[in-house]
């Protein structure tokens, strides 16, 4: 998988890629990413990528040129999943993350100041949120969505069941974790876990995950069942 983030701020991303998970997918091969700094590809000699939005209004708007130029100067962007990051798109779920990295090639266009030219949107395949609130710039979204997608890829964790349990893979929450001590002030690891009936303990994991889910994100089995 190849992954490209236009970006005004590359600076952002240099620990975020030298660390964890995303660092050894990198090692691997199983991923490669490039960090894009879209100013570069400004024609205006203060290499200026936005502009005052026309019918007036606070702030500036990012313009279409640059991003689109730094869109096209990749190689293959034609076949490319162009993501442009916005409060406006869609909300980020863990079953988009499982779309995406069926991929080849993904373009990440982060936004910064009051928004985009609209007209940025002919030239993308897609836009994505990552939650109801609004953030600085959208390098920190593209961290998100990579670091979903990367913990997906064959080979990239140790364990591959990992990922398998966790929170919203099959649609709920994770069940609870316990591990040493048993006994912490009074609260003890539940008997079934130290058993070793592992049907059991797995009718007690589901269990629970539902149980948990039921209570926290009720919304969550709601959707499964719309889906059903």
């Known amino acids: 998988m190849k992954i490209t983030v236009l970006s005004l701020f590359p600076g952002l991303f240099d620990g975020f890629l030298s660390s964890s998970i995303i660092k050894r997918a990198i090692q691997k091969e199983l991923v490669s990413i490039e960090i894009l700094d879209f100013r570069l590809f400004s ?27 730094a869109v096209e100067s990749i190689e293959g962007y034609q076949e490319a999943k162009k993501i442009l990051l916005t409060p406006q798109g869609a909300t980020l779920t863990q079953s988009t993350v499982k779309s995406l990295i069926e991929e ?19 030239f993308i395949d897609a836009e994505i949120s990552i939650g109801d609130y609004v953030l600085t710039g959208g390098e920190v979204p593209a961290m998100v969505i990579m670091d979903a997608m990367v913990r997906l890829l064959p080979g990239a ?35 079934v876990l ?23 994100r009720p919304d969550l089995l709601k959707n499964a069942d719309k889906k059903d």
């Not at 290499?47 to 130029?69: C, K, R, T």
């Not at 929450?173 to 912490?184: A, G, I, M, N």
């Not at 130290?194 to 926290?216: D, F």
Request: proline share 5%; aromatic share 10%.
């Open 43 to 69: 024609q205006n000699k203060h290499h200026q990528v936005d502009d005052s939005p026309y019918g007036g209004g606070a702030g500036m708007v990012l313009s279409v040129a640059p991003i689109v130029a």
């Open 104 to 122: 080849r090639d993904i373009i990440l266009i982060c936004g910064h100041y009051e928004g985009f030219d609209e007209r940025i949107s002919h």
């Open 157 to 191: 964790l140790g364990n591959e069941a990992s990922f398998q349990q966790d929170s919203f893979y099959e649609g709920q929450l994770d069940y609870p974790q316990y591990t040493r001590p048993y006994d912490f002030r009074g609260l003890k690891v539940p008997d």
């Open 194 to 216: 130290l058993s070793g009936n592992h049907q059991e303990i797995e009718k007690w994991r589901q269990e629970e995950a539902t149980k948990r889910t039921v209570a926290r």
